[in-house]
């Protein structure tokens, strides 16, 4: 493909200069930035709205009659409305804030499982997934007896979805699997999945993370009972998620943490607890971080899911194309249905040695297992190095990552 052919239908200029962390050089080259699932990069916008809170409105959340704290808790609170929105969830009690993917999944884990799992009953994942999504569901196994089961992939990267099928039996108890392997870049097909599951009378969780910053999510079609992401991923601060869930469901389950704001009358003899989603927003929360989430999600809907889709598909084509094209390369995870991820390795030089070589060049990338583990065991690798695109990549970070590639394989041999 010529790089005329990879024009995309957004205009990559101009949304680049937003990001000024892009805009610098690193050990004297401009920087590459291709790291963006590990975390992505920040607009001003995303930055100024939190500068302008810390500078303008701060004070805390939901309990002063004051003017600032007014401000502050309709910032907060818009920006659960941005976020219902983007989504489109049913209803705004069905958006927990909370610190991330992680803390998303575990609440999950502790408040909806715990209390109903038992010995014989099953949690059943796939072997594509973060550890964000096993280890939460080891732990819950290990409290209630439960047995953790996992779906077998295929050399491609791919689940083995008939396999997984024949394992949503009467003793699963949840399905957790993820929208986007952070690894591989793999898309599962989560309908077939999630209609399968819903026969079966199967909750399904979803891990998002890699989701949400890369394509159009939708909980009411997806048809999923939660679905849990993070704000540093879709360009907003660290320390920022939610967790969607159907109403019902979080109303039936327990708090997850206790403390202030999640209560509306506390006694020594009873606490009635807080309405949703209050419930599981124990403490002063995050509040300059979720503004700047609220602010990212225009951002994201001011380019247009579908834009930033679309551009990241192209660029992932060319990607792999070109550095397909480096003697040597070895891609691993070539599933049909694949975004904004490419990990590979180079002949059999160590990821953390190109890593560094890369980063000599001023190319970020990520190297190592990526917090999958499971997944390098299926391909038999400590790790790989990994390039994943953001909205600001272009083809010419294509270019200077597969010359950097090029003049690492000339050192190594
Ligand atoms: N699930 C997936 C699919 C992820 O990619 C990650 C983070 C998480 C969960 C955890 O998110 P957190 O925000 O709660 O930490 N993935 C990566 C990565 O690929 N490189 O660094 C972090």
């Known amino acids: 493909m010529s790089q005329a052919q990879t024009k995309s239908p957004l205009n990559i200029e101009y949304c680049r200069d937003d990001f000024p962390c892009i805009n610098q050089e690193v050990n004297g080259h401009p920087l590459v930035f291709l790291d963006s699932a590990a975390s992505s990069q920040q607009p001003s916008t995303v930055i100024d709205a939190i500068a302008r809170y810390q500078r303008e409105d701060h004070a805390n959340v939901h309990r002063g009659v004051h003017t600032l704290s007014h401000r502050a808790t309709e910032l907060y609170e818009g920006a659960r409305d941005k976020v219902r929105d983007f989504i489109n969830a049913a209803s705004r009690n069905e958006i927990v804030l909370t610190s991330g993917t992680t803390e998303s999944i575990n609440l999950v884990a502790q408040s909806f499982c715990r209390p109903m799992l038992k010995s014989g009953d099953q949690v059943l994942i796939s072997w594509l997934e973060h550890h964000s999504n ?3 569901w080891q732990l819950v196994c290990e409290q209630t007896g439960a047995e953790l089961v996992v779906a077998p992939i295929n050399d491609s990267g791919e689940i083995d979805v008939d396999a997984m099928i024949a394992m949503m039996t009467e003793q699963v108890k949840i399905l957790a699997v993820g929208h986007v392997s952070n ?8 309908p077939k ?5 819903k026969n079966m009378g199967i909750p399904v969780l979803v891990d998002g993370a890699q989701g949400v910053p890369h394509m159009s999510v939708d909980v009411q079609s997806l048809d999923c009972d939660f679905y849990a992401f993070s704000g540093h991923k879709m360009l907003g601060p660290t320390g920022t998620g939610v967790l969607w869930g159907r109403e019902a469901l979080l109303e ?4 997850y943490k206790g403390g202030g704001d999640m209560i509306l009358e506390v006694s020594f003899d009873k606490t009635v607890f807080n309405e949703l989603p209050y419930k599981f927003e124990a403490g002063t929360p995050n509040i300059s ?7 990212a999600v225009d951002y994201l809907q001011m380019v247009g899911m579908n834009n930033i889709y679309e551009h990241e598909k192209v660029l992932h084509t060319y990607m792999v194309e070109r550095i397909s094209a480096v003697d040597g390369i070895h891609l691993i995870g070539t599933a049909k249905n694949r975004a904004s991820v490419q990990s590979f390795r180079l002949n059999d030089i160590h990821p953390h040695d190109l890593g560094t070589i890369l980063d000599h060049q001023g190319i970020a990338v990520r190297t190592g297992h990526h917090c999958a583990m499971p997944v390098m065991q299926r391909f038999g690798l400590p790790g790989t190095t990994r390039a994943s695109l953001g909205l600001y990549n272009n083809a010419d970070d294509i270019n200077r990552l597969v010359d950097a590639l090029e003049k690492a394989r000339q050192i190594f041999t």
Not at 183 to 190: F, M, Q, V, W, Y
Not at 289 to 295: E, F, K, Y
């Open 289 to 295: 971080g979720t503004i700047g989430l609220g602010a």
């Open 183 to 190: 690894a591989l870049g793999t898309i599962n097909p989560l």
């Open 193 to 197: 999945i999630i209609a399968s599951a």
């Open 252 to 255: 039936a389950m327990p708090p």
């Open 134 to 136: 096993i280890v939460p």
